[in-house]
Every structure is written in structure tokens, then in C-alpha cells.
């Protein structure tokens, strides 16, 4: 990702149906940030194709809105599964567990390429070219649908944004694609939260481990807190108590979030391993990364760099994950 954003493409209310909800095998909800990635990655590959000379380094997401197609019953939920038909002894095939939602969200690319700055070329014209050809590709495994006009069609419409060199001008001009997103949600990496409560549990607990840090922070925690001592019946004083939910010092809306992948094994030679997709690729046994992320509102964010999420890897220690700057944005142009 580069030092400082200079062009990005917003392609913005987009509804998708049907989109992945069993985002990691061990969290559920929002699609996972990776499958961004590699719809971003998709969409550079086929827009090049047709002639477009468009490079995407990076891509930000913005949830509007999120419907989970789920049955609730009390504390318990349970996705709505497809009946599949019978296979070919004529019994009853098995049911795969598959999770989905219906979303309404935003894609803020950072993008760059010699033709978003010929004169001669009609951006309004390539934005909708470039949303033409992002609607016949599949987003996390759903469909991309045709947005409904809206009154507010000035903020619905593709446009690509050229950010000024000048520091005040940079930060108004991103403040206007953020202001434009709302109401929504944006999210956001926060490791460095995940870090300071390991720490923190490390010194009351030497043997926490990250994984424990991880699920403290991912749930709610109901704590005892003292309310009020008063006299009993004979000389001792009674204290009364009450449960409440531990308050999040490090942030609110934080969510456990998948970020990637983690090399179990080292690299195979193309061909090795049976039933691989390709047999022209290298081959990596792998395994989910975990992290926390945080949903924040977009008139919140400072910089570009806050927003967009870009691909990050690591082949000697196996590391393949996406990265947000999140925090080392939080403070800017002081």
C-alpha cells in the first residue's frame, strides 16, 4: 500500500445477496475481510482484461446494512438451509452447513493507473464501466444487485476521487467520501488492542494465553460489583451486590475477525498433492488467522490508510493476512 493515498474508487450501496456469513470456523457474521481481497484482486484481473489499465492496491469496506438469514430462538440461532436434491443412488444427500446474509455495503478502492489521468478519458464513463464489470462478479460468494434509485443519487453513483497533494486539502477531500458512506459502519483492524489485553491479563495470570486474550475481549463479561453496605441484624454490616457487564476500556463494537492465513506446512512442488484446484501452483497446507477488528463510523476516520485493508505476506513465516492501519493513523496531521 502506498505512503499516502492519492486516488480512490468508491463504488458505493451496493446490495449483495446471499454472501458468505460463516466467515472462519470459528466466527460468524460479516464476511471476512480476505474475501474482499480477493474480490479486489478478481476485479483488477477482468477489468484489465477489458482494456481498463487499472491497478487496485487496497479496499475498504463500509456495512450499511446486515441480515443474516437465521432462525432465533432464545440464545440459540440457526441458519436457513437449502433442501439438496437426491444424489445419484436416489437418497436423500447430505446437508452441508452453509451460512448466509444479505448485505447492504460500500467498497472504497485505492487505486492507480496512467489512464486516471488522461485528459482525454471520461471518469464518470470508466467508474461505470468499472461497476458494470464488479456486478457480474460473485462478492464473498453472493450476488451483486442492481441498486434502487435513491433520492440520493449523487452519493449512489460510482466516481473516482483524486485526493489533493496539500495536507488540509487531502484530509477535506477524504472527509467527503466518508461523509457520503453514512450512516454505516466502517471496519477496522485493532491488534494493538488485542496486544495491550494480553499483556494486561499476562500480569494477573502468567499462564493467559493470546487465544484466552482473544475470547475475553470477543465476549461479555458479567462482573459482581459491590452497591451499598447497611447494618444487618446484629453488629455486622451487610454489603449488597450487583452483576453488570464489564465495561470495554480498550474500545466499543470490537469483533473477533479472521484475517488471513498461517503456514502448517512448507511449500509443495505443483502436482503433489492430490485434489488440488491447480496442479500448476505451489501448494501450502494453511490455517486461519485470528484477530480483532472494531466497527467505527466513517466521519471518525482521519486518513485513507484508516480504512483500506491490503494484502500482506510472508512466505518464510508463513504468513498470508491482510492488514489495516488503523492504528498507526489514529493520530494525524497534528
Request: glycine share 6%; aromatic share 8%; hydrophobic share 40%.
Amino acid at each position: 500500500m502506498s505512503e499516502k493515498s492519492r486516488t480512490l474508487l468508491v463504488l458505493p450501496r451496493l446490495k449483495v445477496q446471499n454472501a458468505n456469513a460463516i466467515s472462519s470456523p470459528m466466527t460468524w457474521g460479516f464476511p471476512a475481510i480476505t474475501a474482499f481481497i480477493g474480490y479486489m484482486h478478481a476485479l483488477e484481473r477482468r477489468v484489465r482484461g477489458n482494456d481498463m489499465d487499472i491497478e487496485f492496491t487496497a479496499v475498504g469496506v463500509v456495512c450499511h446494512k446486515l441480515l443474516p438469514q437465521v432462525t432465533s430462538s432464545g440464545y440459540v440461532r440457526a441458519f436457513h438451509l437449502t433442501r439438496n436434491p437426491v444424489d445419484k443412488a436416489g437418497k436423500t444427500a447430505a446437508i452441508v452447513e452453509e451460512g448466509r446474509a444479505h448485505l447492504d455495503l460500500s467498497l472504497v478502492f485505492e487505486v492507480a493507473g496512467d489512464s486516471l489521468f488522461d485528459p482525454d478519458q471520461d471518469l464518470e464513463d470508466l467508474a461505470a464501466a468499472v461497476l458494470e464489470t464488479a456486478m457480474s462478479l460473485r462478492l464473498a460468494g453472493g450476488s451483486i444487485r442492481p441498486a434502487v434509485d435513491s433520492i440520493r443519487r449523487r452519493w449512489s453513483t460510482p466516481r473516482f476521487v483524486h485526493l489533493s497533494d496539500e495536507d488540509e486539502a487531502y484530509v477535506k477531500d477524504f472527509r467527503r467520501v466518508v461523509m457520503s458512506l453514512l450512516p454505516g459502519f466502517a471496519l477496522v483492524s485493532r491488534d494493538d488492542l488485542l496486544r495491550s489485553h494480553y499483556q494486561k491479563m499476562c500480569r494477573d495470570d502468567s499462564s493467559a494465553s493470546l487465544i484466552d486474550a482473544w475470547l475475553d475481549i470477543s465476549r461479555i463479561n458479567m462482573e459482581c460489583k459491590p452497591l451499598a453496605l447497611h447494618e444487618g441484624a446484629g453488629s455486622e454490616s451487610e454489603e449488597e451486590f450487583t452483576w453488570q457487564a464489564r465495561r470495554a476500556e480498550q474500545g466499543s463494537w470490537l469483533v473477533p475477525i479472521p484475517v488471513g492465513f498461517g503456514a502448517i506446512s512448507t511449500v509443495l512442488d505443483p502436482g503433489t498433492v492430490a485434489g488440488a484446484r491447480d496442479s500448476k501452483t505451489a501448494f501450502r497446507f494453511v490455517e486461519s488467522l485470528y484477530s480483532i477488528g472494531q466497527w467505527i463510523s466513517p466521519h471518525r476516520l482521519e486518513d485513507p490508510a484508516q480504512l483500506l485493508w491490503f494484502a500482506k505476506t510472508d512466505p518464510e513465516q508463513g504468513l498470508y493476512r491482510a492488514s489495516n492501519e488503523f492504528e498507526k493513523h489514529h493520530i494525524i496531521y497534528e
